[in-house]
């Protein structure tokens, strides 16, 4: 369970219980708490009012911005890593952060391709290099798409692990798109034609375009004094 106690100087508040039963490799949504500051410690579930417990960390929880609570390492010896959030949409994008989270890994680096290009490859060259323990990236942008997220000993191309992901499907970015309100429309219209383009085989990482004819403009007669109109028509014959 992961339990928080404000720190309000002499007021007593009660605990907030952030998560309760979380297992290995188990997460959260984001839960709502008022801003402030916290004193937060990790407990087992099946003995939350344990005076040992797993971690305790203290920090502020800052108004509008979304926090995520990372448990690093062995459980005799967990460190917790705690990153500030942005869930801001990005026009016809998705955002991914790579948390290197492995007590057994080391530095590591990160490969993240097209669904079926192989990142063994001597010509391939890693996204992300030398991503060391609890090292976290900014949020990269990417286009919804399916990747292959490879993971390699750092300078190495020894695979520590791989995973074919699309971090949140389509229909989810859709259906945030959709809740946007007003020109929501417009912006689904638009990010579903960005999702075709990256799907077609030409894409690679950019927004395939389609070439569009324009008719050839139609002649104009020139009506004027003739003087004027056999000026025009000379100059039209350089």
């Known amino acids: 369970n992961i339990i928080g106690a404000r720190d309000t100087g002499t007021d007593i508040e009660p605990e907030t219980t952030f998560a309760t039963g979380l297992t290995y490799l188990a997460y959260t949504g984001y839960v709502p708490a008022v801003p402030d500051t916290y004193t937060v410690r990790g407990v087992p579930s099946l003995d939350p009012a344990t005076t040992t417990p797993f971690f305790t960390i203290t920090g502020t929880l800052p108004i509008a911005v979304p926090t995520t609570l990372y448990t690093t390492g062995l459980v005799d010896n967990i460190d917790p890593l705690v990153l500030p959030g942005d869930i801001r949409p990005v026009f016809a994008q998705g955002k991914l952060r790579i948390v290197n989270a492995s007590p057994a890994s080391g530095s590591v680096d990160v490969y993240i391709l097209a669904a079926g290009t192989d990142f063994a490859d001597p010509a391939v060259s890693p996204t992300l290099q030398n991503l060391v323990l609890r090292g976290a990236t900014s949020y990269l942008p990417f286009f919804p ?77 020139v009506v004027g004094p003739e003087s004027e109109t056999r000026a025009w028509a000379a100059l039209g014959e350089r």
């Open 145 to 221: 798409r399916n990747y292959t997220v490879t993971f390699t000993v750092a300078g190495e191309k020894t695979a520590l692990a791989a995973a074919e992901v699309l971090p949140f499907p389509r229909e989810a970015f859709e259906a945030t798109i959709a809740a946007g309100g007003r020109g929501a429309a417009a912006s689904l219209k638009a990010f579903r034609a960005a999702c075709d383009a990256v799907q077609r085989p030409e894409a690679e990482g950019a927004l395939g375009l389609s070439a569009v004819a324009v008719p050839p403009r139609a002649a104009r007669s």
